[in-house]
């Protein structure tokens, strides 16, 4: 195989790529892209045997062929060859290595066979319907910081999406949570979605694909089974397997009769979180929510460094019920008050009970977060 690719193109490409590829895996080909060029179309795939991304770029070439080379590796000298430069690869037989010459620079690579590179089959995907790119960002951006990395609960590693209800109206719908807080955000329930399956779509699937969501792609076609998913963006095809797993009833944790109603503005919140969370390194340190008549409290303390505190009045806080005082981690506040733009809207019930997180604007949006003993 014998071809040229431009630099650019060739650069975006792998950097879809070279993430599913798995660096520390103990079969050596799952390391490489497999590399297949013909009728000016050069092919790139990798896989991890859970996902596997193909990718075609606009090439020009003198023969046709296929090899693997390592991903990592090639992404990196891609990356540093400057701007604007043609790549011209030459690969003569199955035994030697891949010749890379760019201007002045030169370098060979070790191959693998391609024989022995797997492939990835995603069978037959019978639900297909098309969502624009900025809605699905939306899903996966406001949920994903939930996603439990607790190997155990394994059916807790993703993102589930279904089709749910509000009222009587279908909406399509992402749920991620960890046991101590939970995400649910819902969009209008895209044409072909109806009789789609509830799916759990794994950690490092969501990870990939929300890179594609940057590349200008205005909308994705998804398809998908009971056992995989696939998306289509542009010359880009993501092919997952779904976790095998149940996810919770998670209505079941969402509080009903929260009726203390606490709003604040998002800047003035998180910035006053992030100073009073300051006076200790610990990673699950608690900030107290001490709410009065349109006053807001937060204080934090800890055994080394000692305590602080910062006051926010009516010309930020809204609140009329009685006191109340809760404490909550601070890394969970900042994760939610990160979604959310100008307004934050908590709903307490008591001191122990489950408080429910909502950004004003954003009705579509909905969290809910575990306090802890302060």
């Known amino acids: 195989m014998k071809f040229k690719v431009d630099r650019t193109l060739l650069q975006r490409a792998l950097a879809h790529i070279h993430g599913v590829a798995e660096k520390r895996n103990t079969i050596p080909i799952l390391a490489n892209v497999l590399m297949s060029y013909q009728d000016d179309v050069l092919r790139l795939t990798a896989t991890d045997m859970e996902i596997a991304v193909v990718e075609d770029v606009p090439a020009s070439g003198e023969r046709s062929g296929s090899t693997t080379v390592p991903a990592a590796v090639l992404f990196e000298i891609v990356r540093k060859l400057p701007d604007g430069v043609a790549l011209e690869f030459d690969h003569q037989d199955s035994e030697a290595p891949l010749a890379l010459r760019a201007g002045r620079y030169a370098t060979s690579l070790n191959v693998l066979p391609v024989d022995d590179f797997p492939a990835m089959v995603a069978g037959d995907l019978p639900h297909r319907f098309s969502i624009p790119a900025a809605t699905l960002r939306g899903l996966i951006d406001r949920t994903k910081f939930a996603i439990s990395n607790e190997e155990t609960r394994y059916y807790l ?4 999406l279904h089709v749910a209800e509000n009222g009587s109206i279908p909406m399509l719908r992402a749920v991620a949570t960890d046991g101590h807080r939970l995400a649910r955000v819902e969009t209008e329930l895209p044409e072909g979605a109806r009789g789609m399956p509830g799916v759990i779509i794994p950690r490092k699937t969501i990870n990939e694909l929300r890179k594609l969501l940057d590349e200008g792609a205005a909308d994705l076609e998804v398809s998908l089974s009971d056992t995989r998913i696939q998306f289509q963006a542009g010359p880009v095809l993501l092919t997952s397997k779904l976790i095998d797993g149940t996810f919770p009833e998670y209505e079941r944790v969402i509080p009903k009769g929260n009726d203390r109603i606490l709003r604040v503005g998002k800047r003035d919140f998180a910035a006053a979180v992030g100073r009073v969370a300051a006076i200790s390194q610990e990673r699950s340190r608690p900030v107290k929510l001490s709410v009065t008549q349109n006053m807001l409290n937060l204080s934090a303390t800890s055994p ?23 404490g909550f981690q601070a890394r969970y506040l900042t994760d939610i008050t990160d979604q959310i733009d100008v307004e934050v809207e908590f709903a307490f019930s008591d001191s122990s009970a489950p408080t429910i997180v909502r950004d004003t604007a954003s009705p579509s949006a909905l969290y809910v977060l575990m306090p802890m003993r302060v």
């Open 304 to 326: 080394d460094q000692g305590v602080a505190h910062e006051e926010l009045d009516e010309n930020a806080v809204s609140y009329d019920a009685a006191p109340i005082e809760i």
């Open 157 to 160: 590693n993703g993102i589930y």
